[in-house]
């Protein structure tokens, strides 16, 4: 029986854990190759044990700090010279940085969120660009959060940083409106990640989604049957919606 992504080329970041773990390994199953990318060489390694064991897709490893603008630039890079094109982006990796009042944070703090959160995006976009216009069906998926649409108290920060990562969809979109590639914003909702647990730690994280059911929910907007582009896909609704000016 053939899989949705046999013989695609998939970046995922954020791949030692969480959201980004689950889908990495949900891509690997419909046969994707992963460029699994995120700081903790024990959590890639255990994902790349996962997908072995799974016997379907393959990965390689990449330990790296989305701070490190060199290192993602490198990533094009390297990902030009092995196979000359990619199919697939997810920019999932995100710091929550820490829940307070605006004025109470430390700049280093609002300057890191808005460094792996934005910036890091940004440059994912610049370096991989080329590649993903190389495909037959370029796919992106950036992961949001619904604060960048209710700003509740005290999540400024991270509410500021996933406005700003569906701005970069959105015009991302619009540019390569009349190309092969295709961008969502994803918005997973509240899910039992270790972020989750970090921003509400009295939460019980049983009464939350498992990241693989959010994962699965990725698999579909990266296939090259997925036509839309530009809107947000709200994983709770399971449904894209439509972006509208202020009224």
Known sequence: MSKSLEGRLAVVTG????I????????????????????TVGGLEELDDAI???GNGSATLVPMDLADMGAIDRLGGSIFTRWGKLDIM???????????PLAHLEAKVFEQVMTVNVTATWRLIRSLEPLLLQSDAGR???????VAHTCR????????SKAAVEALGRTWAAETAHTPIRVTNFDPGRTRTAMRAQAAPGEDPM???????VAEKIVPLVSPDFQESGRL????????????LPE
Do not use: Q
């Not at 992106?140 to 619904?146: K, Q």
């Not at 709200?234 to 919606?241: A, F, G, N, Q």
């Open 153 to 160: 108290p005290f999540w400024g920060a991270y509410a500021a």
């Open 207 to 213: 009464t939350l989604p498992h990241p693989s059911e």
């Open 140 to 146: 992106a998926v950036l992961i949001s959060s619904g």
């Open 20 to 39: 980004g773990y689950f889908t990495a390994l949900a891509l690997a199953k419909e046969g994707a190759h992963v460029i699994a990318c995120a700081r």
């Open 90 to 100: 997810v920019a999932n990796a995100a710091v929550l940085g820490v829940v307070s």
């Open 52 to 54: 072995k064991a799974d």
């Open 233 to 244: 896909f709200v994983s709770r609704e399971d449904r894209l919606k439509d972006y509208r």
């Open 15 to 18: 791949a030692s854990r969480g």
